[in-house]
Nanobody
Framework: QVQLVESGGGLVQAGGSLRLSCAAS????????MSWYRRAPGAQRELVAH???????NYADFAKGRFTISSDNAKNTAYLQMNSLKPEDTAVYFC??????????WGQGTQVTVSS
């Protein structure tokens, strides 16, 4: 099993920045892909960005040029740096870990609120 704990959410004004963290523990050696998703009020969950082991990151169109996904293997932590935030970025942000051989684990989510 893998446990994921997000942090770093909060309230920020439009144009501001936040960095989300996702600390992983447990069977982390089996993690193949780390992803960030979000769910806005009244909307479905959507993929923000993901990064596979040994591969380049991929971003949703709305995240390109503003968000950066990264990981620090020494700290077993993934990050989502979010710049130029907009009110429409308001959502609960979740990290997810996909394992080699199957299985996906989720964090509890962290609220990001962007005021206009």
């Amino acid at each position: 099993q893998v446990q994921l704990v997000e942090s770093g959410g909060g309230l920020v004004q439009a144009g501001g920045s936040l960095r989300l963290s996702c600390a992983a523990s447990g069977n982390i050696l089996r993690i193949n892909v780390m992803s960030w998703y979000r769910r806005a009020p009244g909307a479905q969950r959507e993929l923000v960005a993901h990064i596979a082991r040994g591969d380049s990151p991929n971003y949703a169109d709305f995240a390109k040029g503003r968000f950066t996904i990264s990981s620090d293997n020494a700290k077993n932590t993934a990050y989502l740096q979010m710049n130029s935030l907009k009110p429409e970025d308001t959502a609960v942000y979740f990290c997810a870990a996909s394992l080699a051989g199957g299985g996906q684990y989720w964090g509890q989510g962290t609220q990001v609120t962007v005021s206009s």
